[in-house]
């Protein structure tokens, strides 16, 4: 099975985190932290950082590991590696999403997300 490692920044906002929705691909729609592959000779922090840029348009400060998550999806084995990140700017711009949303933490629970971005909710409504 094809193995995919990626990071995922779960930006936070006073007591909210943000959420953003695909916009392509077999999970289109579905809801997700942002963040991506990490890149040859990359650490995970330095690929976050080009990650949040990249879809975005913005910069965050990576603050604190939080979690890896390991997920079987049906054509490829996941590792997520996932901090606690925080916006350096105010400004957004969606250049890879469909759309994005604060989400307080009673919230979380309101949207689709991803089954392996389930367990990064899991361990943030457990903290």
């Not at 990626?6 to 929705?21: G, K, N, P, S, Y």
């Not at 711009?93 to 307080?104: D, G, K, S, T, Y």
């Amino acid at each position: 099975m094809k193995c995919i490692e990626v990071v995922a920044a779960i930006i936070r906002r006073d007591d909210m985190v943000l959420a953003t929705q695909r916009g392509y691909g077999e999970w289109k729609d579905w809801w997700e932290f942002p963040g991506g592959k990490i890149e040859a000779g990359e650490t995970p922090e330095e690929a976050l950082l080009r990650e949040i840029h990249e879809e975005l348009s913005t910069e965050i400060s990576v603050d604190q590991f939080l979690c890896t998550v390991e997920w079987d999806y049906p054509k490829f084995h996941l590792t997520m590696h996932c901090y606690l990140c925080s916006l350096i700017g105010d400004s957004l711009h969606l250049n890879e999403h469909e759309a994005a949303r604060w989400l307080a933490p009673a919230e979380l629970a309101s949207v689709q997300w991803l089954p392996a971005d389930m367990q990064v909710i899991d361990k943030l409504t457990n903290r």
